[in-house]
């Protein structure tokens, strides 16, 4: 069973950074692809950025060029910088892990393992 727990959310102005961690225990990571998604009051879970267990990144359009993912496997621990964040970024963001050794993915179905999640709020 893998746990996952996230950390590094607040309140941030408008193009301002933050850097989201998720620590991971339970498994054997750098074999899990690992995600971040995130949901908004009334909306649906939205994908927005994975890494594969080979190190192959993927991004939400409308975040690319903003927010890097990357892991740290000697600290069991993915990362999310996002920077020039804007309102639209307020959400809970989910950090989420698929099944060892199985392609990267952006549909929250195929993750398996899930984080608590932690509040993004960006103000105008």
């Known amino acids: 069973q893998v746990q996952l727990v996230e950390s590094g959310g607040g309140l941030v102005q408008a193009g301002g950074s933050l850097r989201l961690s998720c620590a991971a225990s339970?498994?054997?990571?750098?074999?899990?692809?690992m995600g971040w998604f995130r949901q908004a009051p009334g909306k649906e879970r939205e994908f927005v950025a994975a890494?594969?267990?080979?190190?192959?990144?993927i991004y939400y359009d409308s975040v690319k060029g903003r927010f890097t993912i990357s892991e740290d496997n000697a600290k069991n621990t993915v990362y999310l910088q996002m920077n020039s964040l804007k309102p639209e970024d307020t959400a809970v963001y989910y950090c989420?892990?698929?099944?060892?050794?199985?392609?990267?993915?952006?549909?929250?179905?195929?993750?398996?393992?899930w984080g608590q999640g932690t509040q993004v709020t960006v103000s105008s």
């Open positions: 339970g498994g054997t990571f750098g074999s899990y692809p």
């Open positions: 890494v594969s267990w080979t190190g192959s990144t």
């Open positions: 989420g892990a698929r099944t060892p050794l199985t392609p990267v993915s952006r549909y929250a179905t195929e993750y398996i393992y």
